[in-house]
C-alpha cells in the first residue's frame, strides 16, 4: 500500500471510528507525519489535520505546528490550501484560535494577492468562530511583530474587523478593541497612530461627547504638549512633525463643548515665538510644514476659549502674520509693472486666526493702540488686498464659462480653492481694515468641506482603497500611503506670485522584514518606538 492509500486508510478509520476514536492515535500520527511527505500527500494532510484535531487534544501542539510548517511550505498551492484549513483546528478551542490568530496575523505581510485573500478569508472565519481569542491574537502580533507586520494588522481591524457588524462586534469586543488599541498607541510610529486613531474613531468614542473628549486627550497625551521646551523645538523638526500629526488627528473633535485651548496655546507659546518659527524645518521644506502647522492651527483656534495671556499669544501671531505681508513697495511703477508675490495660504491661516482671537480678545489687540504699528499694519494689508484682488479677477477669468465637467479637472479644482482662499483673505482685511479693527463677517477656511450638524464622527476616516494591502494588493497600498491626509497636498501656482507648494512631511517607516514567528506571541518587536519618524 502507498503513502497516499496509506492516509486515505488513516482517514477511513478515524470517519468510522467514532465514540472510539481516541483509541487511534496511531492512525492520526501518521497523518501528522505525512506534512513531510509528496505535494499530494501535503494537500492531503493539511484536509485531514483538521477534521480530526479536536479528539486528541495531547497532539495539539504537534498538529498546530505540523498545519504552521505547511503554511510556510515552498509550494504556493499547499500554503494556500494549508491557510484555507487552519480554522478547523480553531472550532471550540480558544487556545489553538489564539495561535491560530496570532500566526494569520503573520502572514498578512504576504506579497501573493491570491495567498493574502486566502489570510483575510481564513482571519474573518475563525473571527466569526470566537472573535475574543481571533483579535487576542492580532493583538500579540501588534504588541510583538515588527512594523509591516503591526501596520497590516492595524489596517485589517480598521478595513475588515470592524466592518463585520454588531453580531461580531458587540460591546465586549469594541471595548476590548478600544482598551488593546490604546494599549498599542503607548509606543507608535506616525503612520500607526493615525490608524490607531481612525480605529477608535470608528468606534463608540467617535460618536459621542465623551468619546470625543477622550480622543482628544488620546492625541494631547501622544504630541506630549507640558514636556517640550523651545529649545528642543528649535533643533528637532520630529517635535514639529509629531505636534502636527496630533493635532490632525484630534481637530475633527473640537467643538463648542471640547475646547482646544490647550493646542492652540501651545502653538503660540512654543511654535510662533518668531526665532522659533524661523528655525522650524530650516534644512527641507520650510514652507510647507509651516504651512501644514498653520492650517491645522487655523482649525483648531475656531473651538478655543478665551486664552490667560491674550496680549502676548495674540502678538505672536500678529509678529508671524507680518511675515507674510509685505511692505508696499517704494516705487509705483514696479507695482504697476509686476504683481506683488504673497504666500495666500499662510496668509489666510494667520489672518482667519487673529480675526477669531480679535473676536474673543477685543481689548487685547495692542498693535492696534500704537499708530506706528497701526499704520504699519494697515499699510501691509491694503497692499495684501491689492495683490488678492489681482489674483480673484485672473481666477474667475480662467474659471469663467467652465462646464461642470471642466471644473472637476485636477488643475480647475486647484483654481477654485485658490480662489476661496484669495476671497477669504479679502473678507478678512475688510474687517481688519476697519478702525478699529470689527469681526463682523464669519469665513469657511478654503480647504474645509462643511461637516454634518449631526453628533457621530465628524472627520473624513482614512482609507487603504479598496484592494489594499488588506484584501492582497500591495501596489494599492503604496499608492494608499501616498495619499494620506497630509502627507502631499497640492496646490494652484498663479501666473506670478507665491501660492503654496507640494506639501510632503515623509513619514518615516522603518520597514524592516523578520521571518515568520509561530503563532503565540512572535518575535523581534521594535522597542522605542513611540511616534518615531
Given amino acids: 500500500m502507498d503513502n497516499i492509500e496509506r492516509l486515505y486508510k488513516c482517514y477511513e478509520i478515524l470517519s468510522e471510528a467514532g465514540d472510539k476514536i481516541s483509541e487511534h492515535v496511531a492512525e492520526y500520527k501518521e497523518i501528522l507525519q505525512a506534512v513531510k511527505g509528496t505535494s499530494k500527500e501535503k494537500r492531503l494532510a493539511s484536509q485531514f489535520i483538521g477534521n480530526f484535531f479536536k479528539h486528541f487534544p495531547e497532539l495539539s501542539d504537534t498538529a498546530i505546528d505540523a498545519q ?8 504556493t498551492q499547499i500554503r494556500r490550501q494549508a491557510i484555507k484549513d487552519l480554522p478547523k483546528l480553531c472550532q471550540g478551542n480558544a487556545e489553538a484560535t489564539i495561535r491560530v490568530g496570532d500566526t494569520l496575523a503573520q502572514l498578512l505581510i504576504l506579497d501573493d494577492a491570491t495567498e493574502l485573500q486566502q489570510v483575510n478569508n481564513s482571519l474573518l472565519s475563525i473571527i466569526k468562530l470566537d472573535t475574543k481569542s481571533s483579535i487576542t491574537g492580532l493583538f500579540q502580533q501588534i504588541t510583538t511583530g515588527d512594523e509591516p507586520t503591526r501596520e497590516r494588522c492595524f489596517k485589517f481591524i480598521a478595513t475588515k474587523l470592524l466592518t463585520m457588524g454588531p453580531n461580531v462586534i458587540t460591546k465586549e469586543i469594541e471595548d476590548y478593541i478600544v482598551d488593546e488599541v490604546k494599549k498599542a498607541l503607548q509606543d507608535v510610529t506616525a503612520d500607526e497612530f ?21 480622543l482628544v486627550k488620546l492625541a494631547t497625551e501622544q504630541a506630549e504638549l507640558n514636556s517640550t521646551d523651545t529649545d528642543a523645538i528649535a533643533v528637532d523638526d520630529e517635535v514639529v512633525e509629531r505636534f502636527i500629526q496630533c493635532a490632525t488627528a484630534a481637530a475633527p473633535y473640537f467643538s463648542k463643548t471640547i475646547k482646544s485651548t490647550q493646542f492652540v496655546s501651545y502653538v503660540c507659546d512654543k511654535l510662533l515665538p518668531i526665532d522659533t518659527w524661523n528655525l522650524i524645518a530650516t534644512a527641507v521644506s520650510q514652507d510647507q510644514i509651516q504651512l501644514r502647522l498653520l492650517k491645522v492651527f487655523a482649525e483648531m483656534i475656531t473651538y478655543t476659549d478665551k486664552l490667560e495671556n491674550a496680549n502676548e499669544r ?32 499662510h496668509a489666510e491661516c494667520l489672518l482667519y486666526a487673529l480675526h477669531t482671537l480679535g473676536k474673543k480678545h477685543p481689548g487685547n489687540l495692542t498693535f492696534i493702540e500704537d499708530a506706528e504699528k497701526l499704520k504699519d499694519f494697515r499699510a501691509r494689508l491694503q497692499y495684501l488686498a491689492r495683490g488678492t484682488q489681482g489674483y480673484i479677477k485672473k481666477l474667475e477669468e480662467a474659471l469663467k464659462g467652465k462646464t461642470g465637467e471642466e471644473l472637476k479637472t485636477e488643475e480647475n479644482q486647484l483654481k477654485q480653492t485658490a480662489l476661496k482662499t484669495t476671497s477669504n483673505i479679502n473678507i478678512l482685511i475688510r474687517d481688519l481694515f476697519h478702525s478699529p479693527p470689527i469681526f463682523k463677517h464669519d469665513i469657511v477656511l478654503s480647504w474645509i468641506v462643511p461637516k454634518s450638524s449631526k453628533l457621530g464622527k465628524r472627520h473624513v476616516p482614512i482609507t487603504f482603497g479598496d484592494k489594499g494591502a488588506a484584501n492582497g494588493n500591495q501596489e494599492t497600498d503604496q499608492q494608499d500611503k501616498k495619499s494620506r491626509p497630509s502627507n502631499e497636498q497640492k496646490f494652484y501656482s498663479p501666473p506670478s506670485g507665491k501660492y503654496s507648494g507640494k506639501v510632503n512631511p515623509n513619514y518615516g517607516n522603518n520597514n524592516n522584514n523578520r521571518g515568520r514567528q509561530r503563532g503565540g506571541g512572535g518575535g523581534g518587536g521594535f522597542r522605542n518606538r513611540r511616534y518615531r519618524y
Avoid: R
Avoid at 504552521?68 to 509550494?75: P, R, S
Avoid at 493615525?194 to 465623551?210: D, E, N, P, R
Avoid at 500678529?318 to 506683488?340: F, G, I, W
Fill in 314 to 345: 495674540i502678538n505672536a501671531v500678529y509678529n508671524v502674520l507680518l511675515e507674510y505681508m509685505p511692505l508696499p513697495k517704494l516705487s509705483d511703477e514696479d507695482v504697476a509693472d509686476t504683481p506683488p508675490s504673497f504666500q495666500f495660504s
Fill in 194 to 214: 493615525h490608524l490607531c486613531m481612525t480605529i477608535l474613531g470608528a468606534t463608540k468614542l467617535g460618536s459621542t461627547i465623551t468619546g470625543h473628549a477622550e
Fill in 68 to 75: 504552521f510548517d505547511l503554511c510556510e511550505d515552498d509550494d
